[in-house]
């Protein structure tokens, strides 16, 4: 080896003169005798290849060397490959890191996993009427939850179809999915279609805002899988459907079915879940109550989507398409609304906060509920427009005090202000039965006479309707016709205070006036509380409270709440005789002729000044039943009076609700001896006697407008000034006391109505 380099030639350095010795500037170019002498090849074995073959094979190497610059491009372009892979796994584990943190960051601001839990259900209210029929539910949801396996089977298979139809096959996220949904809005220009699944939707309706921000997508993935980790498919498919938005205030698959096709979701048709399945993309557009050719579109694209997935057979699918969803009523418009207001208002005092779903037993029946709605709409819709009235309210208690039907208006969904349980207005002569019944509690009868003639107190001269006056009449005949004159004469006999607790005792629980004018009723009560005070009458003396709520039971059974019947006597059983006896005469051959019907009944008419407020209270032995009419605005209405549309509306609820009820006589006896008690000189007071207080006159709004027979028509009433004393002048001879009594006994209650 060392041999060989001393052989190796000396380096030729570059020299840059010339022969000469000058140096030049084409000194600094380079010959091929400046170059480096090349390293001594390796000695290879002998070619066998003749010298011609070696110049073809240079000969072939030529046009390689010309194309040497295509070489370089392959070289360039698998270069530029290496390149892309190698930076985009760069960049894929800088993204990885980036959404790692992106996650972690996220994620941080989520409660601790261990502290995670689906939240309760919001508690749903089950109203339900006497007979356990569903009256409606109330609460956040306006429904009640239903197991999967006890809705419609139609219902989860249209859902998964159209919202998620790789349900069951994914993790809680799809990819799939996702990515299409992106790659459609990108085609769109806009956001087209979501890439939530079913689990990621129930994750943000259970624990998240409906805001969209990356962060709350973030959260919404992470729920998502966490959901998955802790249940099964059927469990996140069962709390999706009963806490899914449907729209018009309903959550949950038994709140829609209810909402729309009044009945259960258990019994929901296959076009019926396809309507439903359509309104998760957009509830309030496609609202079948809004928009039902739009709802009914997209029901049939559902139907579509679930045949081309197998879900349902072409007969099935064309017996769908050819009977679609038939809505019910809308939803909002019954009056059993307003019963459930009043039970929701109700129950807090009861058991207290609603924690937990429960379920009402009310004393409601749902076929007099219909019949009262039914009545009070027909008398509007037939007299509305021509009398200018426009709303009205009923109220039916039994005896025992159980509420078994109210109307608060004519329609619950375009007004859900309660005029039988709140509003509070004069009820004219139908106030004046507890003037009479504190005059017979003093030792009045039905046959005592008063002189029905004009009469003055202090500023304050009540008049008749119309000005009629009939000279000496019954107190049960100055009942019938609604004597004003009369009934002002009594209340300062007994005195206004004593009227004031009479009508307490019996059940009205609004303030009262204790002055004359109270004789008309002009402080304002309910229709409720009104209704509620005829109660004694119809049964025989006693009186119960109003109620709507009987019982109150969690959904497992364990009682929360259950009424005692309680019951209080406030009358005499012949003060409630006498008094049943005067009222049914109103009915036969007074002021409520309209009211008559094959059942015997008792009752009373009364309108306010100008008609604004029109009323009618009457009671059976069964039922008691109290009908207004007028308007919210205090407008006056033409030609009503407590005797047209309340007796006439009375009349036809009370034919629906005795259908089948046996007939029975009203409550209570007459006495035997309906001899008057002699009274001294100057009755009421006795000679030189006044009341022992002044009576504030007030300003009495109200006079009784329900005309007598044959009256004729005079100016109006004249009223007194506020705030004035009254005192007991008539100014006419005073009445005669107990004129035309007959003076033998009477042997039955007819004796006694006829006179004999």
Not at 21 to 30: E, H, L, M, N, T
Not at 687 to 707: C, F, K, N, W, Y
């Amino acid at each position: 080896m060392f041999s060989r380099r001393k052989k190796r030639k000396t380096r030729v350095e570059p020299r840059f003169e010339d022969r000469g010795g000058r140096k030049s500037a084409a000194d600094f170019s380079v010959t091929a005798a400046d170059r480096a002498a090349p390293p001594p090849a390796r000695k290879r074995k002998p070619s066998s290849k003749k010298p011609g073959a070696k110049a073809a094979s240079g000969a072939r190497r030529k046009p390689a060397a010309r194309g040497s610059s295509g070489g370089r491009r392959r070289t360039s372009g698998r270069g530029f490959v290496r390149g892309f892979v190698y930076w985009s796994f760069i960049a894929c584990i800088w993204g990885g890191v980036a959404l790692a943190g992106i996650i972690a960051w996220y994620g941080a601001q989520l409660p601790s996993a261990s502290a995670w839990a689906v939240p309760d259900r919001p508690p749903n209210v089950k109203i339900v009427a006497v007979d356990g029929t569903l009256v409606t539910n109330r609460g956040a949801t306006g429904g009640a939850a239903v197991g999967l396996h006890e809705m419609s089977p139609y219902i989860p298979k249209a859902v998964i179809a159209i919202e998620d139809r790789r349900y069951f096959s994914h993790f809680g996220v799809d990819p799939i999915g996702l990515a299409r949904a992106m790659a459609r809005n990108v085609m769109a220009g806009g956001l087209v279609q979501g890439g939530s699944t079913l689990t990621q939707q129930l994750a943000k309706n259970l624990f998240l805002t409906p805001e969209r921000t990356v962060g709350r997508k973030v959260q919404e993935v992470l729920l998502a899988l966490w959901l998955e980790h802790e249940y099964s498919k059927e469990q996140i498919l069962e709390l999706y459907l009963n806490r899914v938005y449907f729209g018009s205030g309903s959550y949950g698959v038994e709140a829609a079915a209810r909402r729309y096709f009044g009945k259960s979701a258990r019994d929901v048709s296959l076009p019926e879940a396809a309507l439903l399945a359509g309104l998760l993309k957009a509830p309030s557009r496609l609202s079948p109550n809004r928009n039902p050719e739009r709802a009914e579109s997209r029901a049939q694209v559902v139907l579509s989507v679930m045949r081309e997935q197998g879900l349902v057979s072409d007969t099935e699918m064309t017996a769908a398409l050819a009977s679609p969803a038939a809505r019910a009523n809308r939803y909002w418009s019954g009056a059993h609304h307003y019963v459930a207001d009043a039970v929701m208002e109700e129950l807090p005092q009861l058991i207290g906060e609603v924690r937990q779903d429960v379920i009402v037993d009310t004393t409601v029946d749902l076929y007099l509920q219909t019949a009262g709605e039914t009545a009070i709409r027909a008398a509007i819709a037939e007299h509305g427009a021509e009398r200018d009235v426009s709303q009205g309210a009923l109220v039916a208690i039994d005896p025992a005090g159980a509420v078994r039907a109210m109307v608060g208006g004519v329609d619950y969904a375009a007004s859900q202000f309660d005029r039988a349980s709140q509003a509070k207005r004069q009820p004219g002569s139908a106030f004046k039965p507890f003037v009479y019944l504190a005059a017979l509690e003093a030792g009045a009868l039905p046959s005592s006479v008063r002189n029905d003639t004009p009469v003055r107190f202090g500023n304050w001269a009540p008049e008749n309707y119309r000005g009629k006056y009939h000279g000496p009449v019954t107190l049960e005949t100055a009942l019938s016709r609604s004597l004003n004159s009369v009934a002002a004469q009594l209340i300062m006999e007994s005195g206004a205070g004593t009227v004031v607790r009479t009508a307490q005792k019996m059940g009205i629980a609004s303030p009262l006036k204790a002055n004359a004018s109270l004789s008309l009723g002009t402080s304002e009560v309910t229709l409720y509380e009104l209704t509620s005070a005829y109660v004694p009458f119809a049964s025989g003396g006693y009186r119960a409270d109003p109620h709507l709520i009987r019982r109150v039971t969690t959904m497992e059974g364990e009682v929360l709440y259950e009424r005692k019947d309680s019951r209080s006597r406030v009358l005499a059983p012949d003060l409630a005789g006498m008094m049943n006896q005067m009222m049914s005469q109103t009915v036969r051959a007074g002021t409520a002729r309209a009211a008559r019907f094959d059942h015997p009944a008792a009752g009373k008419t009364g309108t306010t000044q100008n008609a604004r407020d029109a009323w009618f209270v009457g009671y059976t032995a069964h039922l008691v039943t109290g009908v207004w009419f007028g308007n919210d605005d205090g407008k006056p209405m033409k030609n009503v009076t407590g005797g047209t549309l309340p007796a006439e509306a009375w009349r036809d609820f009370m034919v629906a609700a005795h259908q089948g009820v046996a007939i029975a006589d009203l409550p209570g006896y007459m006495p035997f001896n309906v001899i008057p008690k002699p009274r001294p000189e100057g009755f009421p007071f006795g000679p030189g006697r006044r009341p022992s207080a002044p009576v504030d006159g007030g300003t009495p709004l109200a006079s009784d407008r329900s005309p007598p027979s044959g009256a004729v028509a005079r100016d109006r009433v004249a009223l007194p000034p506020p705030d004035r004393t009254i005192t007991s002048s008539t100014g006419a001879p005073r009445p005669q006391t107990d004129v035309g009594v007959s003076q033998g006994e009477a042997g039955t209650v007819l004796d006694v109505i006829l006179g004999q």
